[in-house]
């Protein structure tokens, strides 16, 4: 039976070349990873010809450190200024 693979992977592995050229906005948290335990948001924002132009996070923000139901402001971070 082959293994299991998450859908992060499956795209960055298989359909790269679909992501060439595109502005890109992120749905993410904590849990967002691959097989080898990297974020999401580290994957797209390394990849040439990819920009990584919005990061957006549930109520606990993008790593999960804020407090439940505290206000989080928005933020600028280098994954969104990724490579062009």
Excluded: C
């Excluded at 948290?29 to 080898?36: F, I, K, L």
């Amino acid at each position: 039976m082959p293994p299991v693979r998450a859908g992060l992977d499956v795209l960055l592995s298989d359909r790269l070349a679909s992501l060439r050229g595109q502005r890109l906005g992120l749905v993410a948290h904590q849990a967002s990873v691959d097989a080898r335990y990297e974020h999401v948001a580290t994957r797209l924002g390394d990849l040439r010809g990819v920009k990584l132009a919005r990061l957006f996070a549930p109520e606990h923000g993008l790593w999960g450190a804020a407090q439940d139901h505290a206000a989080i402001a928005p933020t600028r971070s280098r994954h969104a200024t990724a490579r062009g």
